[in-house]
Every structure is written in structure tokens, then in C-alpha cells.
């Protein structure tokens, strides 16, 4: 049987982003699973390399059946030590099924915001070379708790729980490090509206927009190095 990857979307993004630019540039096949467009979500089977989840608007702790079968997906991969890798919502569906909690974020976080490496063996495995500051892209309102025997790799000032690892193959991240430019602009235009506050905590459409080109740049190369970690286990399950 031929192993993939499934990366879950949950909003009408034509492309995954930079997870789909790894696997690409590396010969990884994956697959994209849309279920709030109506895929079904599938049962867990021995094709399956290793899943990615990915952002949405919708909570973690919304009652709706397609969530609530990836939070099982996610659970039984867990448990058979398949990858899984989560960004932001996907994060928070990670969490959900360790039996962490997902609450509401004091003020929400939008935009451009710096992230700082945690002091512990972990986070040099899973960040490598990357600066002990570096750029991140942030869009949410919610904020999880850690798991039991989670590992917090990096925070930004505003939320302490940005992104930790269990093991060696499962990562949650609150932030966006899939960014690309295309799909942030595509982002940033399409919810212009919402995107006219600016506080502490977020940024404006205009914000957004300054050094967009060199922010994802920078962002790109912590993702690269984010990756490259959680392939590492990825290979061992194509290779079997």
C-alpha cells in the first residue's frame, strides 16, 4: 500500500501553503481532505504517513461532526505513533485530543509578532540554528493549554503556549508558520474588513502589509527548520 500525507483544510484556501511547498520540493505525496466541504473524514489505516491540520475560523470545541472525527483521527494517530503536525485550529485539535484545553484568548492575537525559543533541549532540537527571536504570523482568538508530557518549544509576548512537541513526531503550533504570500494576501484581502483595529495585539491590513515579502522570507526559513524536525519521523514511516 502507498503511504501519503493528508493535510486537512478547513477553509476555502486553494493551497496549503508552505507544508505543501516541503512536501513537494522533497517528493513527499500528500493529499488534501476538505471536511467541512464534505469529504469524509477517514478512519485511520496504514497508508497514512502522517497528517496536517490545518487553520479555520470555527473552535476546536465547536460540536460539529467532521471536527469532532478529526480530534478522534488525531487521537488514534497519537496513539499508533503516526506524525501529526498542527497549525493554529490544527493546534488546537492536537490539544483537544491530549486532553488539553482550548479557551478563549484575553485579547486575540492578529498579524506580524515575534517569537522567542524556549530554554530547553526540545526547543533547540525543533528550532536548530533559527535565531532566539525570530518573525511569526499570528490570526487567532483562542489559546490552548499544554498536554501532559508536552515540551513548549516558543512564545510570543502576548500568548505564553505558541507551539510545543510530544515526542519526536507530533507538533502543535498556535501560529501560522505555513504562510506563504500569496496565500497571506489572499488572507488580508479577503477579510480586509476585519482587519482595521490596530492595538497592541493586532495589526491593521496596513501593518500586515509592511515588509510583507521580508517577513516571509524570515518566516519561511523557521519553517523550513520546523519541517525538516518533523519529516525526520515522516521518512521512517514512508520508508516501512
Given at each position: 500500500?502507498?503511504?501519503?500525507?493528508?493535510?486537512?483544510?478547513?477553509?476555502?484556501?486553494?493551497?496549503?501553503?508552505?507544508?505543501?511547498?516541503?512536501?513537494?520540493?522533497?517528493?513527499?505525496?500528500?493529499?488534501?481532505?476538505?471536511?467541512?466541504?464534505g469529504?469524509?473524514?477517514?478512519?485511520?489505516?496504514?497508508?497514512?504517513?502522517?497528517?496536517?491540520?490545518?487553520?479555520?475560523?470555527?473552535?476546536?470545541?465547536?460540536?460539529?461532526?467532521?471536527?469532532?472525527?478529526?480530534?478522534?483521527?488525531?487521537?488514534?494517530?497519537?496513539?499508533?505513533?503516526?506524525?501529526?503536525?498542527?497549525?493554529?485550529?490544527?493546534?488546537?485539535?492536537?490539544?483537544?485530543?491530549?486532553?488539553?484545553?482550548?479557551?478563549?484568548?484575553?485579547?486575540?492575537?492578529?498579524?506580524?509578532?515575534?517569537?522567542?525559543?524556549?530554554?530547553?533541549?526540545?526547543?533547540?532540537?525543533?528550532?536548530?540554528?533559527?535565531?532566539?527571536?525570530?518573525?511569526?504570523?499570528?490570526?487567532?482568538?483562542?489559546?490552548?493549554?499544554?498536554?501532559?508530557?508536552?515540551?513548549?518549544?516558543?512564545?510570543?509576548?502576548?500568548?505564553?503556549?505558541?507551539?510545543?512537541?510530544?515526542?519526536?513526531?507530533?507538533?502543535?503550533?498556535?501560529?501560522?508558520?505555513?504562510?506563504?504570500?500569496p496565500?497571506?494576501?489572499?488572507?488580508?484581502t479577503?477579510?480586509?474588513?476585519?482587519?482595521?483595529?490596530?492595538?497592541?495585539?493586532?495589526?491593521?491590513?496596513?501593518?500586515?502589509?509592511?515588509?510583507?515579502?521580508?517577513?516571509?522570507?524570515?518566516?519561511?526559513?523557521?519553517?523550513?527548520?520546523?519541517?525538516?524536525?518533523?519529516?525526520?519521523?515522516?521518512?521512517?514511516?514512508?520508508?516501512?
Open positions: 500500500m502507498s503511504k501519503e500525507v493528508l493535510i486537512f483544510l478547513h477553509m476555502d484556501d486553494k493551497h496549503p501553503g508552505y507544508i505543501a511547498n516541503y512536501l513537494e520540493t522533497n517528493n513527499i505525496p500528500y493529499r488534501v481532505v476538505r471536511g467541512y466541504a469529504d469524509s473524514i477517514p478512519l485511520l489505516n496504514d497508508s497514512m504517513a502522517g497528517l496536517v491540520f490545518m487553520g479555520g475560523a470555527m473552535s476546536a470545541n465547536d460540536a460539529i461532526p467532521w471536527i469532532e472525527q478529526e480530534i478522534e483521527l488525531i487521537y488514534q494517530a497519537i496513539d499508533a505513533n503516526v506524525p501529526v503536525l498542527g497549525h493554529c485550529l490544527g493546534g488546537q485539535l492536537i490539544s483537544v485530543a491530549l486532553g488539553a484545553d482550548v479557551t478563549a484568548h484575553p485579547t486575540g492575537e492578529v498579524g506580524w509578532h515575534s517569537c522567542n525559543r524556549q530554554p530547553n533541549a526540545e526547543a533547540d532540537k525543533w528550532l536548530g540554528t533559527t535565531d532566539d527571536s525570530f518573525p511569526m504570523f499570528h490570526w487567532h482568538f483562542e489559546t490552548f493549554s499544554l498536554p501532559q508530557r508536552a515540551r513548549l518549544l516558543f512564545s510570543s509576548e502576548y500568548c505564553q503556549n505558541q507551539a510545543y512537541s510530544v515526542g519526536e513526531n507530533v507538533l502543535a503550533m498556535q501560529c501560522h508558520v505555513e504562510m506563504t504570500e496565500l497571506i494576501t489572499h488572507w488580508i479577503q477579510w480586509q474588513d476585519d482587519l482595521q483595529e490596530m492595538t497592541a495585539t493586532k495589526q491593521n491590513y496596513q501593518q500586515i502589509r509592511a515588509s510583507l515579502k521580508d517577513n516571509v522570507v524570515r518566516l519561511n526559513q523557521v519553517a523550513e527548520q520546523l519541517y525538516s524536525c518533523w519529516a525526520k519521523s515522516l521518512q521512517l514511516k514512508l520508508k516501512r
